[in-house]
């Protein structure tokens, strides 16, 4: 893959990897960008079909649960449908705040148990 954004995958575990950029790591903006590819297939792909569905009708959002896999912490988080990829927002800045997130870090995406998992792993953290 040519996006410079996308970390190595380990496809079975955290088919999503990405590199964070400055944008994600804002806290006055905090919202992660994904783009379409592979999230929408990998991710989008895994939620049941009334997700997906609200996913691609007006207004393009839906509540999901995510779990820092790091910590076991659960939040509510949104997931917006912006045409290009998608957008994870809401209790973002929290996640940016606690886990002290920075551009290059890198953080891997899954789905599983109907909520989206993450984590930053040790070896990117600074």
Same mark, same amino acid.
């Given at each position: 893959? #040519?996006? /410079? ?14 590199? /964070? ?12 960008? &994904?783009?379409?590819?592979p &999230?929408?297939?990998? @991710? ?5 079909e009334?997700?997906?569905? +609200? /996913? ?5 959002? /839906?509540? +999901? ?13 949104? *997931?917006? #449908? $912006?045409? =290009?990829?998608?957008?994870? =927002? #809401?209790?973002?800045?929290? *996640? @940016? ?7 290059? !870090? $890198? +953080? ?11 984590? *930053?792993?040790? !070896?990117? =953290?600074?």
């Amino acid at each position: 893959m #040519n996006d /410079l954004n996308y970390a190595p995958q380990e496809p079975e575990m955290w088919p999503v990897s990405k590199i /964070l950029t400055s944008s994600d790591t804002s806290v006055s903006n905090a919202k992660l960008h &994904f783009p379409k590819h592979p &999230f929408e297939e990998r @991710i989008v792909g895994q939620m049941d079909e009334e997700q997906k569905k +609200i /996913l691609k009708a007006d207004p393009f959002r /839906l509540a +999901i649960q995510a779990v820092d896999d790091d910590t076991n912490e659960r939040r509510e988080v949104i *997931v917006t #449908n $912006v045409g =290009s990829g998608y957008n994870i =927002s #809401n209790k973002w800045g929290e *996640v @940016i705040r606690k886990k002290k997130l920075k551009a290059k !870090q $890198v +953080i891997r995406v899954r789905w599983a148990d109907g909520c989206l998992h993450f984590t *930053v792993p040790p !070896q990117y =953290s600074n």
